[in-house]
């Protein structure tokens, strides 16, 4: 696999005189792995296998006659957990933030047999489930803040991976988002201010679990 922002060069690498196959996308420890590195496509994937979980449980997840907090129980252990897996590591966006929302949305939706033509907000949605806002995203984020803090006291590959420079200069156009960047932007502080603070696990655990007060 050739990474590349635009359309991968095609590569001739033999090995013992045969050509090694070029591809497009694998998977890797469970994560889809595409070649312009974004995770934009493994988070569709993730929302199809969400959606096909909460419709093998929906028997019970949309049942009456099990008490509310017992279904949201059983959701976030089977439905939100193969979704959840390995998201400390993936780089959000507005349109991918959007869709995770959109997502949950949906599960809650069905959850209180709510159907679109119903023209119910979302507002009152979630006040059918007890929540003010949506957990999934903030969740994630706290996720990816505890993964920075791990990588940050600790010297390791990820950590010289994610914090080195390399030489030359940027291609034109609009810069991509990263995931420093996703770190920076939930943490509402300067980038020397997270690199300063996720060394103090307490500071780093107190930033953490005060997300979207």
């Known amino acids: 696999m050739v990474i590349s922002k635009t359309e991968p060069p095609k590569v ?26 974004r995770s934009d496509d493994e988070i569709k994937r993730r929302i199809t296998i969400t ?9 019970i997840l949309t049942s009456k006659r099990v008490g509310l907090l017992t279904r949201l129980r059983v959701m976030k252990c089977f439905v939100w957990s193969p979704f959840l897996y390995a998201s400390e590591t993936w780089t959000l966006n507005k349109n991918t ?23 119910i907000t979302n507002k009152k949605v979630l006040e059918g489930v007890g929540l003010q806002r949506p957990e999934l995203l903030l969740t994630i984020q706290r996720r990816k803040m505890k993964y920075y803090g791990h ?28 995931w420093l960047a996703n770190i920076q932007e939930t943490s509402q502080m300067k980038m020397c201010e997270v690199c300063e603070t996720a060394l103090d696990r307490r500071r780093w655990r107190t930033v953490t679990a005060h997300l979207g007060e």
């Open 12 to 37: 001739n690498i033999k090995v013992k005189g045969k050509c090694v196959e070029q591809i497009e996308q694998f998977k890797y420890l469970g994560q889809l792995i595409t070649t312009d590195a």
């Open 51 to 59: 959606k096909s979980a909460f419709t093998k449980l929906s028997h």
């Open 97 to 119: 933030e959007k869709r995770i929302e959109a997502m949950e949305m949906w599960i809650y939706r069905r959850m209180q047999r709510i159907l679109w033509k119903e023209k």
């Open 151 to 178: 990588l940050r006291r600790h010297d390791s590959i990820q950590k010289r991976i994610l914090e080195g420079k390399i030489d030359g200069r940027r291609g034109r156009g609009r810069r991509r988002q990263t």
